[in-house]
């Protein structure tokens, strides 16, 4: 297990267990990390979660489930644990109490997003979203695809909800408080498998990556907040019960075919809202697992979610730096920067990469 500065990309701590893990979460820079097992020899069983004290060397906390454990989200208050078919949290606590267990659909990238107040992760159905508040335990269900769920991203302020389908073509984005829709964004109109969505620290920008090697970044529709919503609605300028929108104008959207998205009848995709800018990341060379490809001969790594190393994974460093990190045998890290051009636009430049692995 190694854990690495994110800026600049230098290691900080090496630890050989020499055995396989497939699932590793930090708690913040905290010295919590919660370990399963994974690769052809896993350390820990793959039906466990360790919680790691690394100021201590040793685990602190077990749990054990029925089901191989796809992934794990930590707070200072909570442990939230995604299984294939559920999702169980925990108070973080020694010994840790059992709060609550949720049914899902298929979830083998064992998506889940933990906020201050809300968790979020698959429905029981494929494409809805279930929205817990963690204080009353109230379950909320956002049918946000038609189609299973390939990722999804909390914003850092906890309001927004954005998710992807295993189409690929569009983002969209929710309110936590309400559910409502708030925005549909679109990567393209090809199919394409979404690796990752990260928003922006101030909750204005969204970025997203795919096979296609393609970091897209989009402004971020925003709920107005109770203030300015009151304001709007006295002032009759509120066209829906709850969907007003910070930046959701015609002059905020950036509409990819100009004229061409005001014209009554012609298809959405003339409509829809495209990123600003675009970069080109580096996927590398490890082929396909068969997990979701039928055409590939590569079989799954046993014990790694998606059952290959991770590509595309979003970080930001703050609202218009984007590391974009992938491992493997030839894990990169790339640094992108956003920035005004000559021409007036916003852009998305490559700043930096570096072979982190040291392959």
């Not at 040793?58 to 749990?63: D, E, F, N, S």
């Amino acid at each position: 297990m190694t854990v690495f500065n994110s800026e600049p990309c230098e290691l900080k701590v090496s630890r050989d267990f020499n055995a396989g893990i497939g699932v590793a979460e930090m708690l913040g820079r905290a010295n919590y990390i919660a370990l399963v097992g994974g690769g052809k020899q896993p350390k820990f069983p793959q039906n466990k979660v360790i919680i790691w004290d690394d100021a201590k060397q040793k685990a602190v906390i077990t749990l054990e489930f029925r089901t191989q454990v796809n992934r794990v989200r930590l707070s200072r208050s909570r442990i939230v644990i995604a299984l294939q078919n559920s999702v169980h949290m925990y108070a973080f606590s020694s010994p840790p109490e059992k709060l609550s267990v949720f049914e899902t659909a298929d979830n083998p990238l064992g998506l889940c997003c933990l906020g201050s107040k809300t968790v979020a992760f698959p429905g029981r159905s494929p494409g809805q979203v279930q929205l817990v508040e963690i204080g009353t335990g109230n379950v909320s269900i956002i049918p946000a695809h038609g189609s299973p769920l390939r990722a999804m991203e909390m914003s850092p302020d906890g309001e927004l909800l954005a998710t992807a389908s295993e189409t690929g073509t569009l983002i969209r984005t929710f309110s936590t408080s309400n559910t409502a829709r708030i925005g549909e964004l679109r990567r393209g109109v090809d199919h394409a498998r979404i690796y990752s969505i990260g928003i922006s620290p101030d909750s204005t920008l969204l970025a997203v990556t795919s096979d296609k090697s393609t970091l897209h970044i989009f402004d971020l529709p925003h709920p107005l907040p109770p203030l300015q919503a009151d304001w709007n609605n006295n002032r009759s300028y509120r066209s829906t019960n709850s969907t007003s929108t910070i930046g959701s104008g015609d002059e905020a959207n950036n509409q990819k075919w100009g004229i061409l998205g005001k014209i009554p009848l012609l298809p959405r995709v003339f409509s829809d809202i495209y990123s600003f800018t675009s970069a080109h990341f580096e996927v590398g060379d490890e082929p396909e697992t068969g997990l979701s490809n039928a055409n590939s001969t590569a079989l799954p790594i046993p014990g790694i979610p998606g059952g290959r190393p991770p590509k595309g994974i979003i970080g930001w460093l703050n609202d218009y730096t984007i590391l974009v990190i992938g491992a493997g045998r030839d894990g990169r890290w790339e640094k992108f920067i956003i920035g005004e051009g000559d021409d007036g636009k916003r852009h998305c430049v490559k700043n930096g990469w570096k072979r982190y692995l040291g392959g």
